[in-house]
């Protein structure tokens, strides 16, 4: 039990360090590349952005955004393909997060997208 509580304790301490981050994220590089392309749906599906907030609630949130994501709600003017990639590709080092882009298929990066830009003024 000792173990578990210390692995506990040490996973908190690495998810408080990357809330703490958690409202800045990077601006996108002028000449960024490998990007995602378009969507391969359109992001104000319905269905899309559901199934986006169910992953968002499952995954991001319950890690490290928490389920009111200011960061997104009060940021504007971002580009879906900025968003994809930071999701698929992570802060770089930028910002602590993770890349998803090996757990998390295409379709459904862009359905996290979707539901970020249901959210967001953008």
Known sequence: MKIKTSLFA?????????????????????????????????????????????????????????????????????EAEYVYNTIRDGGKGATPMPPWGEVFTQEEIWELVAYIKSIGNW
């Open 10 to 78: 040490a996973l908190m301490g690495g998810m408080a360090s990357a809330m703490a981050f958690n409202a800045v994220l990077p601006e996108p590089a002028a000449d960024a590349q490998d990007s995602a392309g378009a969507a391969p749906f359109d992001l104000a599906d319905p269905a899309r952005i559901k199934a986006g907030l169910g992953r968002f609630q499952s995954t991001c949130a319950d890690y490290c955004h928490g389920h009111q994501p200011a960061l997104f709600i009060e940021r504007e003017g971002l």
